[in-house]
């Protein structure tokens, strides 16, 4: 059972444009969300992230949006830039007294120059 | 700065053979996690640990235990391997209610 969907596995945006990576759970426990980005050969780093109290963040180019009512966040990348290129995963997990993450299964951006 | 440090990088391994992973945690960091990710699969926690004592499991097999030392770091012990243990694994330490910082993992391939 996948808690947390992440339907596109993957996704293409010219240079400049925004990118929209979606993500869907189903745990209503979830009350603190993730985005990490991971590049081949390397461990994922961590992007951004949002409290379930709040239904935007936003760092930089980077902003998260969360919908609780529909468990649906997303992250927009704007502009996009070639060195986005990566895997996104979205995480999530319950903060009552757990810290282990749940992924989704990750999108795979490229940012076409 | 100091990221998270994980050893070997790569591991070959026979059926049946035993692998031991290792991890370095971000110097101050008391809380160590593992991730197992098999290929186009997502990270699946393993098993956390804060303080030197387990705090979490996940689906990590019976196969395989895991400790925390005194200097923090953690190793991942699997015996009895199987074809299906090869995979990514990473491993993140965090300190309370903060985020993970990952390591760059270490890919087993077991032959």
């Known amino acids: 059972d996948q808690q947390v969907k992440q339907n596109s596995p993957s996704l293409s945006v010219q240079e400049g444009r925004i990118s929209i990576l979606n993500c869907d759970y189903t745990?209503?426990?979830?009350?603190?969300f993730l985005w990490y980005k991971k590049y081949p050969a390397e461990g994922p780093t961590f992007l951004i992230s949002?409290?379930?109290?709040?239904d935007k963040n936003e760092d930089g180019r980077f902003t998260v949006f969360l919908n609780k009512s529909a468990k649906h966040l997303s992250l927009h990348i704007v502009p996009s830039q070639p060195g986005d290129s990566a895997v996104y995963f979205c995480?999530?997990?319950?903060?009552?007294?757990?810290?282990?993450?749940?992924f989704g299964k990750g999108t795979k951006l490229s940012v076409i120059p | 700065a100091a990221g998270v440090i994980q050893s070997p990088r790569h591991l070959i391994k026979e059926k049946r053979e035993t692998a031991t992973l290792k991890c370095y945690p971000i110097?101050?960091?008391?809380?160590v996690y593992w991730y197992q990710q098999g290929p186009g699969q997502d990270p699946q926690f393993l098993i956390s640990?804060?303080?030197?004592?387990?705090?979490d499991k996940g689906s990590i097999p019976d196969r395989f235990s895991a400790q925390q030392f005194s200097d923090y770091h953690s190793e991942l012990n699997m015996s009895s391997l199987e074809l299906g243990d090869s995979a990514l694994y990473f491993c993140?330490?965090?300190?309370?209610?903060?985020?993970?910082?990952f390591g760059s993992g270490t890919q087993l391939s077991v032959l």
């Open positions: 993140a330490s965090s300190i309370p209610n903060e985020k993970l910082f």
């Open positions: 745990n209503s426990m979830f009350d603190y």
């Open positions: 949002i409290s379930s109290i709040k």
């Open positions: 995480a999530a997990y319950s903060g009552a007294g757990s810290y282990q993450l749940t």
């Open positions: 110097p101050r960091h008391d809380t």
């Open positions: 640990f804060y303080e030197k004592m387990q705090s």
